[in-house]
């Protein structure tokens, strides 16, 4: 009984409490673009997929390329086989999405975002 309790007291903090895995997608500056909106970046990546950035929102940090964990590193198409038998656009749910933007100089910066859907360039929720 002791151990019911606290299954059920503590379990859903356990469930809910991890963190959603990260990946890092590139921009290419030959095939991707960013557009500004106010207070938002629309980064649209393979002339089709948008995320935007909100700066009230999401983070931006300034980093240097060799400092990303290579395994968070993908292309978009490979994000997408990766999470190909899921349910889409449900699987954004389950990964934190940050745009790396770099320089030449092997920095760049990595910008959190998140996935939208645009429309007669009005974005859809």
């Not at 009984?1 to 500056?29: A, N």
């Not at 240097?64 to 899921?86: L, P």
Request: proline share 2%; charged share 25%; net charge negative.
């Amino acid at each position: 009984m002791k151990y019911t309790f606290f299954l059920i007291l503590f379990l859903p903090q356990i469930l809910f409490s991890q963190k959603p895995e990260q990946v890092i997608l590139i921009f290419d500056d030959g095939q991707d673009t960013i557009s500004l909106k106010k207070e938002l970046e629309i980064y649209t990546l393979e002339g089709k997929y948008t995320f935007q950035h909100n700066k009230n929102k999401h983070t931006k940090y300034d980093i240097e390329y060799k400092q990303i964990d290579e395994d968070n590193i993908k292309s978009y198409s490979v994000f997408r086989k990766i999470n190909e038998g899921k349910t889409y656009p449900d699987y954004f749910n389950e990964y934190s999405i940050y745009i790396y933007v770099g320089n030449k100089d092997a920095t760049g910066c990595l910008v959190q975002v998140e996935r939208v859907w645009i429309v007669s360039d009005t974005i859809i929720d």
